[in-house]
């Protein structure tokens, strides 16, 4: 690269490099980062228990306490219709959320778990909203409170609809 | 404002560059630092449901295999960019677990990431879930999108 001279007023020379070559070269790695750029939302995972498979074994696990069972109806269109907390139907997952923190009361959480029993056609963002609503929520200055993290699923009812 | 006067040479104007160059510097470390090549783990086609209490894992999760169940009739699973029919997933997760083998892992302790699209059936998932169990994998996680929720006090 040649590099420039001048002289300055007092006589000394003075080297002056050419950027222009760097500053191409910057905006053509700032233009490539930027166009390959994808941003993605934060994700999360949930834990979950499938006891499926020991059950099919014949060896049922020991527990403390019975799961408490959270039904979840759909309709035709997989759209929740209703959901039930070991048989007691309830209007929200709000409400479901309410119970499931006043059964948590002076327990242990540890011990308790949830067994999610769903039609098949129910849409899994329903599914997703009730292990959200059993498993914590965030309190007033936004941490996170845990409830029940034992989450288990029943098999399906029913079959797929056409 | 003090103007400050400069000897401009009739020769050459050059402006001072350092402000413009340390600024693209910082721009072109953001975006390295930001760039994600792997996207094929993370579909465009699903549509993730959303949970305020979905929060990274701390630490990694253990030899993950990461299954995209999409809404699709009849389902179909994406995995590692290859879609393919939920009943045809067998063949795959065989081959991960011979994978797993190799590397001296079991299928019991990898980590089955579900990444399902919230309008997929329950029972679909269900069905995944069977299949992977039925090779032998045991833990499973479920993902959300993590959704915002703003906080009021007092409520």
Request: proline share 5%; aromatic share 6%; net charge neutral.
């Amino acid at each position: 690269m040649r590099l420039g001279t001048k002289r300055d007023e007092a006589g000394f020379q003075r080297i002056e490099l050419n950027m222009t070559p760097m500053i191409d070269v910057c905006f053509q790695l700032l233009i490539f980062f930027m166009l390959t750029l994808k941003v993605f939302a934060t994700e999360g995972d949930f834990d979950i228990k499938m006891p499926l498979a020991t059950m099919a074994q014949g060896t049922p696990k020991e527990q403390e306490n019975p799961p408490i069972v959270v039904r979840m109806k759909a309709d035709s269109r997989g759209r929740l219709s209703e959901i039930l907390l070991t048989e007691k139907p309830l209007k929200s997952f709000q409400e479901l959320r309410e119970e499931i923190k006043a059964l948590c009361a002076g327990r242990d959480t540890s011990t308790l778990e949830v067994e999610l029993d769903c039609d098949y056609v129910l849409r899994y963002e329903y599914v997703m909203e009730a292990i959200t609503h059993v498993s914590g929520y965030v309190d007033q200055s936004g941490n996170i409170v845990k409830l029940i993290e034992k989450i288990k699923f029943k098999p399906a009812r029913g079959g797929p609809v056409e | 404002m003090k103007v400050i006067k400069r000897h401009v040479t009739s020769e050459s104007f050059s402006p001072d560059m350092t402000p413009m160059i340390d600024v693209t510097f910082q721009l072109i470390i953001f975006f390295m630092l930001t760039i994600n090549f792997v996207t094929e783990d993370q579909s465009e086609r699903i549509k993730l449901p959303e949970s305020e209490l979905a929060k990274p894992p701390e630490t990694p999760w253990e030899s993950p295999i990461v299954l995209q169940l999409t809404a699709a009739k009849p389902p179909s699973v994406i995995v590692g960019g290859d879609e393919v029919s939920l009943s045809l997933i067998r063949g795959i997760l065989q081959r991960e677990k011979q994978r797993l083998q190799e590397l001296g892992r079991s299928a019991a302790k990898a980590t089955v990431i579900i990444r399902a699209d919230r309008d997929a059936h329950t029972g679909t998932l269900q069905k995944l879930i069977k299949e992977c169990q039925d090779l032998g994998f045991e833990r499973f996680v479920l993902r959300a999108r993590e959704k915002y929720i703003r906080v009021t006090q007092g409520t």
